[in-house]
Every structure is written in structure tokens, then in C-alpha cells.
């Protein structure tokens, strides 16, 4: 150790990285999620929330409520505000409150008023408040007016803090704050209208977590059909939590293949600085020392390096909760709460120690068993081959302990495992990649070309880089294609087929005593477009076979049906393009039970079948239905499709209101700002959907997410380069004595040049091919198996990846081939 690190820095560099990435992506993690803890009385808004869908809570309910504490009431809805002339409009969600708000937490306006300055009624018109960016798409100033439904609304101050934004979800459009007074003289709130009554309650001051559960229980036995959705402040911004969850899940696994990535740096930095100690080691066992003297000493030595490494990567993980608390502060709804997190940090210690460990034993292992004599003969540490079979056996078993770590420490083990399974698998092909490409390159055909014939002897010699370079650099490359295909096929999926197929419109809330005019209205407006309208409701499913859902198991895939309310309607006739995939459809005139068609997928994940019974709470009232049959469903094309249709007679009397689509593909911009502004006009209560605006909010999202994982996914390609210029560099002695021979003999240097880049270049494109084919097969299963979505495979993505691949590995290697031509021939002839 006194001799230095020199040799070891890029040993270094990708143990600290691995380790900085996974300790770094975990500890900031646990620091949002303890923020959304600690702060979740006021994400949440109160202690306790109760929801309850299309109906306000009754006398009883609302007494009850009234008797554990204060009560803030509120209620969220989507709908259309439009300038006062009706020029112009804009879908918003609507959200009154009442002179309680917030119980929790900073309500901030600008200018700062009082609830009645800032909602209350003046001049014929309530108040209203609303984010910079309603007032920039409608061109408003404070003062302002707009109308929403029937009443106008004085835009009084700017919203700049929300506090329990974050649980009421995400919304496709800008905020509209208002009164309850105000939102009922709106006369928005119609029967069936798809309005959220919410109920936030603030209990007694140290109030404890028992309590909530036992206020939680309590709600259940006194109001069993009540059919509110309980949310407390343990839980305040579940969709949050679980989003920083999968996704620190994600990068955890990035890190976790960079930190494998680095694991060929390791082996190759271990096996060149073996290869250099071999008189040392050839010394040693002339002296008497065992294999397993050597063994031990060089061991010690590579694990206090390791620890060096590991040290530094742990101080950078340290750091990352403070500086993403100050990056992101803009961006989250809750502070990072800065501060170390051990199980973190030992976490991604423990995986530095483990990938130190599994790559280095095999080159270790060789130095063992090695003689002097050949050592003195000057034959490399890699002359025999593998070593003995216990060690390769500890390397194998401290993998598989890795591969275990990582899966069982995972919040969604299936897809770890998934994950774990495809590195391996790629970590394998890629090694059998290199020697595929070493085979090919030993048969090749004798070429006349000098520079050509090098390249290819090159590739296949003893000590060729060719496994080293295809390794590294393919696990990077491959990540990395896998997630632009994925995102490229999005975004061509968003963009370009969806609007194809998907409608024009979505109108919502249209009462029963409208839907006739209006569907007047759009033959008279869209005479080529096609209207199709269904009753709607909002249920909650809760109890499948008699079971209580909160008493099931929620599988992953299907687990979403059963979280929330869902919308639901009822047919007497099977709908157009259903395909039923199991059972049959009632008769037109169907009077007995209740019966309902499941779609057949989501039934399949819930492992529902034929004649199993599912109760939803519609209305306050739950309803039990027998399942009759199953359809298929396809979601992608954003048509009205429901998990659940039910026979007429189940919902027979109950209030509901109608949701329609429009689909016109011959309409051009202006022909929907003219629909839109008159359906507007004339049915002020009605919302409007403009599809392609909520596809261009999801497209934007998924360009944000896309751009935030390929720069974490980036951190495998940097230990890849890192791995690759440690693989070149260790060639370079070799390289050397090649050079000076060479010369010696006749080559010019332009000669050697156009050998070493011809090298590069055949290994570089043989891993981009391989790199596409790995990527494009996984980037398939996600997008066509998983989301059930149409794959295409992207020629930019193809273009990027193999020129990303020969940049960096001609780059690279031409780099350090300059330096081994500048050598002088006397210095290195005296030593061979």
C-alpha cells in the first residue's frame, strides 16, 4: 500500500460511483418519504379526510363527524371557466372550500386576504382565486372576471400556495379556487354530477395514531354503506409515495447495474495489477509462500482499496439528500428532510463490498495458483485459465447473495427479480458476445490490407480486449437503448397514433334533461362527427364475493380497480365494438339480480370468474352484482370504456348524469374551438375535454420522466467509459511492445493507426448490434406485453446507440494508442 494507487483510480472511480448512486437514490428517498410524514397533517389538510363521491355527507354522518372534531368541508370538481363575452375558455378544477380552510398548513395568496375578502359576494359576483398560469391562458388580471357554470367569479388574488394540493391528486388543469356558496350558486352540482365531497377533520392536540385507526373502524361499523374513501395523515399523499418508491426502486436497480458495470473494472484493474507484481508474487513462492499466503495478502490489499472506494461513494450519498432537497424544492409539494440515513448508506456499502468481492476472487484465484517459474518466464496472471473450482464457486455464491440482496430489499420484488434475471442474462450473452466476436475474428479470411490484417489478429490474440470492452460497454449501451425505445415508442403512441384513433371531445356532467338538445347542438356543429353518450356513475368497489377488499391481498397489475371510485355505467345492449371473451350479455328486457360485465383482464389479475358477485358502494348504498360475462377492453384508444357495466335494472331511480365523446376526424383546429366555445355558451354546466390537450399534459410528463431516467440510466454508460479507458489502459503495455516491434520491422505509424482504430471499430459496432437486439427485445416486452401497446423499433434510436459506440470506443482507444506510439524503440527492445 505505501507503493500508492497508482493503477487503481478507475478501481476507484466505479466503486464510488456504484455506491454513491444506490446510497445516494436511497437516502433521498427515505428523506421525501419522512418529509411526507412529518408534514402529513397539512398535505393532507387535517388528521383524517373522508370522501364521499356524488352526494354531500347526511345529518347523521356530518354530526358525527362534527362530534371528533373541527370539520373542513370542500368539494372537487372539473368544469369549464370561460370569459364573461365567451370568447374564450378553459377546462379548470374547480375546488370550494369553506371558511374553515386550511385546518393545516399555509394557504398563500397574493395579495393576502381573508376568506370572505377573498371568496365572498360582491357586486353579483362571488370570489375566486387562481395559479399565474390560468391568468396567462386566458389573458386575466386580478379584478378579472369569469363565468363558471351560471355565476361570475371575481378573479381577487393569485394562488401561490396550495397546502393539501398533493392528496387531492393530479389534475390535467389549472386550479380554480372558490366557495361552497359560490359553487352552488354555480349550479354546477347537479344530480349525478361528478363532484367529490371531501371532509378533513382536526382532532384533539396529541391525538395518536391508535386513535385514527380506532376513528377509521369506528366509521366503518356506524356507517357501513356510507361508501367514503379514509384517508389519514399516516397515509396523506399515498399516489406520492408510491411514485418516490418505484422510482427510487428504479435507480436503485440502475445503480445497482452501473455498480456491476464497474465490477469489470475491478477484474481488470485486480488482474493488471497482478499482472504487474509478478515478480514480486514469483518472489514470494521461490521463498516458501504458499498460494494462499498470496492470496491473503492481495486480498487485504484490494479490500482496504475497496474501502477507500466505498468511503468516498458513501460521502457523496451523504451529501445527495441536502442538494436534492435544494434542487427540488421548487418541484415537490414537501421538504427532503436533510440528514444521514444509515440503513441506506449501509445498504449500498454492503453491494460495494459484495461486487468487490465477486469480481475480484477469479483474478485473485489465478494469481494462487500460478508457479514461480512461469511467473519468472514472464507469462501473464491469466496464462492458465480459470482457477480453482472453490473459488470460482465463492465468486458465484457472493453474486447470487447479490442478486438476492437487491431483489429481496425491493418494494416490487417481481420486477427486481425481472430486472436481476435480464443483467444476468445480459452479463452472460455479452460475455459470450466477446468471445463470439474473438471465434469469427480467428477464422476471418487473410485480407491483403496490413492495417486490416492487425486489427483482426488484434481482436482474437491472447490477452485481447475484446471480452473487456464488449462487457462493459454493452451493459451501459443496452440500458440506455432499452429506455429510449420505451420512451420513443410513448411519445409516437401519445403524438401520433392516439389522436388517430382516440375522439375529438369528452363531455361530462350532462344532466338528463339535456342530453337530447345537446346532442342537437353537435349534429348541428360536427354533421360528419359521431356522437356516443352512456349514463355514468362513480362507484367504489367494496367486497368481491362477499369479502371485504380491505381484507384482500391487491395484486400488482390488477390492484387498481379495487383503489378508488370507478366510473360505472349500465346497457341493456352489449356496446359497439365489445367482444365478449366469456359468458353472455341479459336480455334487453331484464328484470332479475343485478348483473354486471367485467372487463376481462383486470378480472383475470383479481382471478374473478363466472358467477362470482362484486358489491359496489354507488350513492351511499351498496349494490351486490353477479358477474355474467367478460369483455375485452382496449384502453388505448381512450374510447368510453368501464371496468364495469351493469344490467339497467341495477341503478333503476338514481340520479346520474351523462358522459359523451365526439369523434370527427375530419375536424381541424378551428372547427374544435368553434364546438368547444359552443357547447360552452350553451351548456355552461357541461365540461368539456379537449383530448388533445390532456395528450399534449401527458405527453410533456412523459418527456420530464423520460429525460429524468435516461440522466440517472447515464450513470451505468459513465462506469462503462470508465471500465473501457481502465481496459485500454491496461492494454497499453502490450500495446507497447506491439508498436515498437512493429516499427522496428517497417510499420508506419499511420499504419498502426489505422490497425488499433479498425480494432475498435469492429468491437464497438459488434456491441452496438448487440446492445440494439438486447434493447430492442426488452424495450418489446415493456411496451407490448406490459403496457399493451403497439412496438416499433426506432431507426434514431439504432443511429444514436452505434454511433454513441464507436465514438467512445474508437475515441478512447485512439487516445490511448497515441501515447503508446510515442514511445521510444530502444528503452522497450532492451526489456524484451
Known amino acids: 500500500m505505501r507503493g500508492g494507487l497508482s493503477g487503481f483510480f478507475i478501481f476507484l472511480a466505479c466503486i464510488a460511483l456504484g455506491v454513491a448512486a444506490i446510497g445516494g437514490v436511497n437516502s433521498v428517498a427515505r428523506a421525501i418519504s419522512t418529509g411526507v410524514a412529518t408534514e402529513g397533517q397539512a398535505l393532507l389538510g387535517g388528521d383524517i379526510r373522508f370522501e364521499l363521491n356524488q352526494r354531500r355527507a347526511g345529518v347523521a354522518e356530518r354530526a358525527w363527524l362534527e362530534s371528533l372534531g ?35 398548513g399555509r394557504f398563500v395568496t397574493e395579495p393576502a386576504l381573508s376568506h370572505e375578502a377573498l371568496f365572498g359576494l360582491v357586486d353579483g359576483a362571488h370570489g375566486a382565486v387562481a395559479p399565474p398560469i390560468l391568468f396567462e391562458r386566458l389573458g386575466l388580471a386580478v379584478g378579472d372576471r369569469v363565468m363558471l357554470g351560471n355565476q361570475a367569479f371575481a378573479l381577487r388574488a393569485v394562488l401561490v400556495n396550495e397546502p393539501d394540493a398533493v392528496s387531492d391528486g393530479f389534475g390535467f388543469a389549472p386550479r380554480l379556487m372558490v366557495s361552497l356558496d359560490g359553487l352552488a350558486a354555480s349550479g354546477l352540482v347537479q344530480p349525478g354530477s361528478m363532484v367529490e365531497h371531501t371532509y378533513k377533520l382536526r382532532l384533539a392536540e396529541g391525538t395518536g395514531n391508535a386513535a385514527l385507526e380506532a376513528v377509521r373502524a ?420 381512450l374510447s368510453m370504456n368501464f371496468v364495469m357495466v351493469f344490467s339497467p335494472n341495477t341503478f333503476a331511480g338514481a340520479p346520474h348524469a351523462w358522459l359523451a365523446t365526439l369523434t370527427d376526424a375530419s375536424a381541424t383546429g378551428e372547427d374544435e374551438a368553434r364546438i368547444l366555445n359552443a357547447v360552452t355558451r350553451a351548456f355552461p354546466t357541461v365540461t368539456t375535454v379537449r383530448v388533445k390537450d390532456a395528450l399534449d399534459v401527458v405527453n410533456r410528463l412523459v418527456g420530464q420522466l423520460a429525460t429524468a431516467i435516461r440522466a440517472a440510466a447515464a450513470v451505468a454508460l459513465v462506469s462503462s467509459v470508465l471500465v473501457l479507458s481502465g481496459a485500454l489502459a491496461a492494454g497499453n503495455r502490450a500495446r507497447v511492445h506491439d508498436a515498437v516491434v512493429l516499427k522496428t520491422l517497417g510499420a508506419t505509424r499511420r499504419t498502426l493507426i489505422a490497425a488499433f482504430a479498425l480494432e475498435y471499430l469492429m468491437i464497438g459496432l459488434a456491441t452496438a448490434l448487440f446492445a440494439l437486439a438486447a434493447g430492442g427485445a426488452a424495450a418489446w416486452y415493456v411496451v407490448a406485453r406490459i403496457m399493451t401497446l403497439p412496438f416499433a423499433f426506432l431507426p434514431q434510436v439504432a443511429f444514436a446507440t452505434i454511433a454513441a459506440a464507436l465514438v467512445l470506443t474508437v475515441g478512447f482507444g485512439l487516445v490511448g494508442t497515441w501515447r503508446v506510439l510515442g514511445h521510444k524503440a530502444a528503452p522497450v527492445l532492451r526489456n524484451l
Do not use: C
Open 70 to 104: 373541527q370539520v373542513a368541508e370542500s368539494a372537487n370538481m372539473r368544469s369549464m371557466a370561460r370569459l364573461a363575452d365567451g370568447s374564450d375558455q378553459a377546462l379548470v378544477e374547480v375546488k370550494a372550500v369553506d371558511g374553515h380552510y386550511p385546518l393545516y
Open 218 to 637: 369506528a366509521a366503518g361499523e356506524r356507517f357501513p354503506e356510507a361508501g367514503w374513501s379514509i384517508r389519514t395523515r399516516l397515509n396523506a399523499a399515498p399516489a406520492l409515495s408510491s411514485n418516490i418508491e418505484r422510482f427510487s426502486q428504479f435507480l436503485t436497480l440502475v445503480g445497482l447495474t452501473a455498480l456491476v458495470v464497474g465490477g469489470v473494472g475491478v477484474a481488470n484493474a485486480v488482474r493488471a495489477y497482478l499482472d504487474g507484481k509478478r515478480a514480486v508474487i514469483a518472489t514470494f513462492k521461490s521463498l516458501g509462500a504458499s498460494g494462499g499466503f498470496v492470496f491473503a495478502v492481495y486480498l487485504a490489499q484490494i479490500m482496504v482499496i475497496a474501502l477507500i472506494g466505498i468511503a468516498a461513494g458513501l460521502v457523496l450519498a451523504a451529501l445527495m439528500p441536502f442538494v436534492a432537497g435544494a434542487m427540488l424544492s421548487s418541484l415537490l409539494p414537501v421538504p427532503a428532510a436533510g440528514g444521514l440515513y444509515p440503513s441506506a448508506l449501509g445498504l449500498a456499502a454492503l453491494f460495494g463490498l459484495l461486487v468487490t468481492l465477486a469480481f475480484a476472487l477469479l483474478p485473485l484465484g489465478r494469481a494462487r495458483d500460478v508457479p514461480a517459474t512461469a511467473l519468472f518466464r514472464e507469462m501473464g496472471i491469466d496464462a492458465k485459465g480459470w482457477p480453482r473450482p472453490f473459488y470460482v464457486a465463492l465468486a458465484a455464491a457472493i453474486a447470487a447473495l447479490l442478486a438476492a440482496l437487491a431483489i429481496l430489499y425491493a418494494e416490487e420484488r417481481d420486477v427486481a427479480a425481472i430486472f436481476v434475471g435480464a443483467a444476468v442474462f445480459a452479463f452472460l450473452v455479452l460475455r459470450a458476445v466477446g468471445w463470439g466476436v474473438q471465434a469469427l475474428a480467428r477464422r476471418a479470411p487473410r485480407v491483403r490490407s496490413t492495417a486490416l490484417r492487425l486489427a483482426v489478429g488484434n481482436i482474437h490474440r491472447p490477452g485481447a480486449l475484446t471480452p473487456s470492452v464488449v462487457l462493459a460497454l454493452g451493459l451501459g449501451l443496452t440500458l440506455l437503448a432499452t429506455l429510449a425505445l420505451i420512451d420513443g415508442n410513448l411519445r409516437r403512441q401519445i403524438a401520433g397514433n392516439l389522436p388517430e384513433v382516440a375522439p375529438n371531445f369528452f363531455f361530462v356532467d350532462i344532466q338528463a334533461h339535456e342530453v337530447e338538445d345537446f346532442a342537437a347542438l353537435i349534429a348541428a356543429e360536427a354533421p360528419g362527427g359521431t356522437l356516443q353518450r352512456v349514463p355514468m356513475l362513480r362507484g367504489r368497489i367494496v367486497a368481491l364475493n362477499g369479502v371485504d377488499v380491505r381484507e384482500i391481498e391487491m395484486p400488482p397489475e390488477g390492484g387498481w380497480v379495487l383503489r378508488g371510485d370507478r366510473g360505472i355505467t349500465y346497457s341493456a345492449t352489449r356496446p359497439d365494438g365489445a367482444t365478449l371473451t366469456a359468458g353472455t350479455w341479459w336480455p334487453q328486457d331484464y328484470e332479475g339480480e343485478p348483473l354486471v360485465s367485467f372487463t376481462a383482464e383486470e378480472g383475470r389479475e383479481l382471478g374473478l370468474q363466472l358467477g362470482d358477485t362484486l358489491t359496489v358502494n354507488v350513492l351511499g348504498r351498496n349494490v351486490t352484482a353477479r358477474i355474467a360475462s367478460f369483455r375485452q377492453v382496449e384502453w388505448e384508444t
